[in-house]
T-cell receptor
Framework: AQSVTQLGSHVSVSEGALVLLRCNYS??????LFWYVQYPNQGLQLLLK??????LVKGINGFEAEFKKSETSFHLTKPSAHMSDAAEYFC?????????????FGKGTKLTVNP | DAGVTQSPTHLIKTRGQQVTLRCSPI?????VSWYQQVLGQGPQFIFQ???????GRGNFPDRFSARQFPNYSSELNVNALLLGDSALYLC????????????FGPGTRLTVL
């Protein structure tokens, strides 16, 4: 069975600082991994996805994530935080061919960006 | 192009009542999935439908049911509501089962009193 652990339910950074949100996964088959962002009172928006094509994945809004099989990790980073990045971020894993199978989500990390 | 739409936006019910939530997928998408997101948690998978057939079910009681219509829209029904059913219910659509990326709607916020 697939599972995801997000380390740190709350992360606070200063504007312009590096953003690092941690995600570790467990999967018995090669995983498909996703990061979604959720702004208050909204649904989920896909930031990026890993589907085995390249280990470094670039997403929207300057975010990227690196798949490390040896560490079973898929951490999300952004070099310089903006106030608009304040939101909740969810890491998810899927065992499906392309991620259209059910997604298993982590509990989320709430990112606060301080001026 | 319109994204995934869900109705209603908010809903308040009392314990024991029944509720129906609606979802319209992105035009051309044939698969719809439902997720429950309790406050402070990540979404949990409830159902997946493709071409009007159930293709996956999460660990939810039989009080939860769903269906998909010929136009690929979907309804989620919850009977005998409990306080613990209060959550944001998210619908996601994909083009086919074996394609990537689930696109999520804005959700329906259900409050059970």
């Amino acid at each position: 069975a697939q599972s995801v652990t997000q380390l740190g339910s709350h992360v606070s950074v200063s504007e312009g600082a590096l953003v690092l949100l941690r995600c570790n996964y467990s999967s018995s088959v090669p995983p498909y991994l996703f990061w979604y962002v959720q702004y208050p009172n909204q649904g989920l928006q896909l930031l990026l996805k890993y589907t085995s094509a390249a280990t470094l994945v670039k997403g929207i809004n300057g975010f990227e994530a690196e798949f490390k099989k040896s560490e079973t990790s898929f951490h999300l980073t952004k070099p310089s935080a903006h106030m608009s990045d304040a939101a909740e971020y969810f890491c998810a894993v899927s065992a499906g061919q392309g991620g259209s199978e059910k997604l298993v989500f982590g509990k989320g990390t709430k990112l606060t960006v301080n001026p | 192009d319109a994204g995934v739409t869900q109705s209603p936006t908010h809903l308040i019910k009392t314990r024991g009542q029944q509720v129906t939530l609606r979802c319209s997928p992105i035009s051309g998408h044939k698969s719809v999935s439902w997720y429950q997101q309790v406050l402070g948690q990540g979404p949990q998978f409830i159902f997946q439908y493709y071409e009007k057939e159930e293709r996956g079910r999460g660990n939810f009681p039989d009080r939860f049911s769903a269906r998909q219509f010929p136009n690929y829209s979907s309804e989620l029904n919850v009977n005998a509501l409990l306080l613990g059913d209060s959550a944001l219910y998210l619908c996601a659509s994909t083009l086919y089962l074996a394609t990537d990326t689930q696109y999520f709607g804005p959700g329906t916020r259900l409050t059970v009193l």
